[in-house]
Nanobody, 115 residues
């Protein structure tokens, strides 16, 4: 089992930055992959970025060049650095971990970008 705790959301003006953190209860190199998802009101949850145990990263097209996923194994935490935020980035952001055959989700953190 994996427990995930997200933090770092908030209210920011368009063009601003936020860094989200996802602290895992297990060694993150045993989790493959870890990812950030988001869900805006009335929309489906979508993958934003993910990182494999080997360090390969993927991003949805709308955030490429603005968001960066990274990790720190010393504290078992995955980060999502979000720059040049836009109002359409407003959503609840969730961390997800695949450990063995199971997926685990965090509680979510709200990101609101004002225009």
């Amino acid at each position: 089992q994996v427990q995930l705790v997200e933090s770092g959301g908030g209210l920011v003006q368009a063009g601003g930055s936020l860094r989200l953190s996802c602290a895992a209860s297990r060694n993150i190199f045993s989790i493959n992959p870890m990812g950030w998802y988001r869900q805006a009101p009335g929309k489906q949850r979508e993958l934003v970025a993910s990182i494999t145990a080997g360090g390969s990263t993927t991003y949805t097209d709308s955030v490429k060049g603005r968001f960066t996923i990274s990790r720190d194994g010393a504290v078992n935490t995955v980060y999502l650095q979000m720059n040049n935020l836009k109002p359409e980035d407003t959503a609840v952001y969730y961390c997800k971990a695949r450990y063995g055959p199971n997926d685990y989700w965090g509680q979510g953190t709200q990101v609101t970008v004002s225009s």
